[in-house]
């Protein structure tokens, strides 16, 4: 045999995952966009320890009070306290410092548990329609048809159909998503299924579960991940749209979306109902595209370099 | 072509750093060599030899970060290496062309071939339309391109490879440039059609005295078209000279050493195998149907009636070129897909129509070695794991499984302890052998390697192909071997079966088959092979070489 043994590349470089994080903390933009989410998401957990009111408690007396109007309250035990109304009241003499402190549950509940079912829904069709041929047609036309009906007209109608609540706006919103997520996973997969690496798992024996779980999902995380960053944010900005046309979440539940939804027909007269709300909301939605931006130039394989 | 002249190019100590990190300092270093006019200036060297980034600095194409140090590159006299990028792009066309290896990619699919050939005259010169059109169809014509009315019309994906390459050639050449530098221009194309762009570029140099700096990897086509050599290896030139005396009376080691790796058309004398019947087809055919509801169905038939016999210890080549049906042939025996037709018989079973449920035990028995060794291996698993799969998805306990992997890899002539290593991190010809040692892990008795050695290097493939001869030996493999190199096949198959447009056009024993073609078009890819009377194997006798 004249096969020599041959001399081996040099060491290991570090792992990809390692490298991964590394290189999108050395982005900029994407750790400022994760600061502001992490910071957004401390305030929605810690909202009732954040100088926070009862967010549904009317009061009449006190409607459409300007930021920084202060009144005296007078708690169950007969002590008073001094209350400062950060960012006023609503036409329902609410506080809104309170209303969009815990808004923030909502509006990021949603953000995440859309972008979850949105992408495991997906995932599970894209692979099956990419893999199972005689599956394509069917799940792929029936995506079409999901894709043709626009997005806020489709919500709405899957609103219809339920009980007004978080899990109905959850569909509504998730439903829409599906099929990008599905023709992304399906375009992927149709690719790498072509791959010799694939073709030599079948020829070793690979059963198909397992040569879905080993070689051929691993390829949609990263496209994924971005994807998912993405309907975060337009899960965020769906929800407000839903609320503002008041079939959202119910208005005793204050999310960003009601909030604002509420206070647009006195918005001239009194802007600041509106203003906060949608500060926290812009800056959440931009700093979620940025992280996806970050992601996806980190994520690329182009940029990866190997 | 006389060397009084002054030369057309001038490459003068060119040294070209590369960026941190790589395997070595400088892409290429001290390098020095003319092309006078109506000379074909080969250029040869293994894959990382630094023959294209020369290339590339004489038309001014380097990668940015790749910077010329030292050196200089003239150009009729004229330093390319200093000229401002107006001058530069004004010397590319007029002065020198380039011609690539993919001329699919190099041609704008959205522009007729017409346009884009005109495209370099109307930039250059003052010709009015009609001047323009006749001259495109002067040369087009000839290219010996059929029709040149309706070529200058055509798109590229209308045309065939070889065609393509043709109106590449054509753009270069329109401008009369004094060199043309043409990198690799054959490598993606059929052997037959190779050979007619080869007669083409030495007919159109010899006409036009262009300069020609080509750059191969294939000693037979340096025998083929070179008139000088220079022979490069890890960025320097190790000997230069004239074809007859490198290719014949090589100096240095490795120009040695490179010339005997190269298969040689003389078929090697190789025992008849007498093991048992290991695999037979019968009327074996793949067609595809494409249309559907609407469409009128369209059916090609990409295998038909193909009916082969291969016996354990034995190997048998399948050879013919791109679109012959060969690898549809070995894909459907690999049963990665269903045949249309026929049988497949393995032992006593018939695996043509089983569905995979049944098949999945009977996967052991044949195995596949890829083509590309840099796409066969999952690049997110380790090269142990990917050895050990199929074995464990058989039940063998994955410690066993391991065990086995390493005595593999030291069979396969790596480095054990490499099992935990990922693919990236092994070059070409190694990441065949760990395919090759993930093929063995499953103790097959039929061995299929797909164009196996077709993407290496002349030194590696010689070592893999050692490899395979010696895996076969010890673990007495019916090996059904792919490829479109006859050289190779000349080599390392028992017998020959050639496939033309999905049928078996000739089959016998592979002496036979060179010795004594039947088939006309056995004959027509025998003759067209380059270098045909080039290539005398591993005894290097210092005769002339064929003019």
Known sequence: MSAEPTVLAPALPSPPAISLAWRLLRNPVAVASAGVLLVMTLIGLFAPFLGTIDPTAINPAIRNRPPGFERTIRAEDGSATAFRYRMGTDSLGRDVYSRVLYGARVSLAIAVSVAALALAVGLLLGLLAGYIRPLDGPIMRLMDGLMAIPGILLAIAVVSLFRAGLPAVIAAIVVPEIPRVVRLVRSIVLSVREEPYVEAAIMAGTRLPLLMARHILPNTVAPLIVQGTFIAASAILVEAVLSFLGIGIPPEIPSWGNIMAEGRSLFRVYPHTILYPGIFLGLTVLAVNMLGDGLRDTLDPKMAGR | ?547
């Open chain 2, 1 to 547: 072509m006389s060397a009084t002249t002054s030369p057309v190019l001038e490459v003068e100590n060119l040294a070209i750093a590369l960026p941190g990190g790589g395997d070595r300092l400088r892409a290429v270093d001290g390098v020095s060599f003319t092309v006078a006019p109506g000379e074909i200036v080969c250029v040869v060297g293994e894959s990382g030899s630094g023959k294209s980034v020369t290339a590339f600095s004489v038309m001014g194409l380097l990668a940015r970060v790749l910077k010329p140090v030292a050196g200089a590159i003239r150009l009729l006299g004229e330093d390319v290496l200093s000229a401002s990028p107006q001058r530069l792009r004004a010397l590319r066309g007029d002065r020198m062309a380039m011609i690539f290896q993919e001329p699919m990619t190099a041609l704008n699919p959205v522009l007729t071939v017409g346009d884009q050939i005109e495209e370099v005259l109307r930039i250059h010169t003052e010709f009015g339309a009609k001047e323009r059109r006749a001259k495109v169809l002067a040369m087009l014509e000839a290219m010996h391109l059929p029709d040149p009315e309706r070529m200058h019309a055509s798109y590229p994906h209308q045309l065939s490879g070889g065609q393509r390459q043709r109106v590449m050639i054509a753009a270069a050449l329109i401008l009369d440039p004094a060199l043309l530098i043409a990198d690799e221009p054959t490598t993606a194309l059929d052997v037959t059609t190779q050979a007619q762009i080869l007669k083409l570029i030495r007919e159109m140099q010899a006409r036009r005295g262009t300069g020609v700096l080509f750059i191969t990897h294939d000693f037979g086509v340096v025998a083929e078209i070179a008139d000088r050599v220079v022979v490069m290896q890890r960025g320097r030139i190790v000997e230069q000279g004239p074809a007859a005396q490198v290719l014949g009376n090589p100096q240095h080691s490795y120009t040695k050493m490179l010339i005997a790796a190269v298969p040689t058309m003389t078929p090697a004398t190789r025992p008849a195998p007498k093991g048992a019947l290991a695999l037979e087809t019968a009327g074996l055919g793949k067609s595809y149907r494409s249309g559907g509801l609407f469409a009128r169905t369209r059916t090609v038939q990409a295998a038909a009636d193909v009916a082969l016999r291969i016996r354990r210890g034995e190997t048998v080549g399948i050879v013919g070129e791109s679109g012959s049906g060969k690898s549809t042939v070995a894909r459907c025996i690999a049963r990665l897909i269903a045949p249309s037709e026929g049988q497949i018989m393995v032992g006593d079973q018939d695996i043509a129509r089983l569905p995979e449920r049944r098949l999945r035990p009977l996967r052991r028995t044949i195995q596949v070695v890829f083509q590309d060794p840099f796409r066969s291996l999952n690049p997110r698993r380790t090269v142990g794991a990917s050895i050990v799969e199929g074995p464990v998805n058989f039940g063998t306990s994955p410690a066993a499984a391991t065990a086995r992997a390493r005595e593999l890899m030291s069979l396969v002539g790596l480095d054990p302890a490499a099992l935990a290593r990922y693919p990236h991190q092994f070059s070409g010809g190694q990441r065949q052998r760990i395919a090759l040692a993930r093929a063995l892990a499953m103790e097959p008795e039929i061995l299929i390697a797909d164009e196996a050695v077709s993407a290496l290097d002349v030194s590696v493939q010689r070592q893999v192909l050692a490899l395979l001869d010696d895996v076969q030996r010890r673990f007495d493999l019916a090996i059904l071997f792919i490829t479109h190199d006859l050289r190779v096949a000349a080599q390392i198959c028992d017998r020959l079966i050639v496939m033309q447009r999905g049928r078996i056009v000739e089959e016998g024993p592979t002496a036979e088959v060179f010795a004594r073609p039947k088939a006309a078009y056995t004959r027509a890819l025998i003759e067209a092979a380059p270098g045909r009377e080039f290539g005398r194997g591993v005894e290097p006798t210092a005769e002339a070489v064929p003019a």
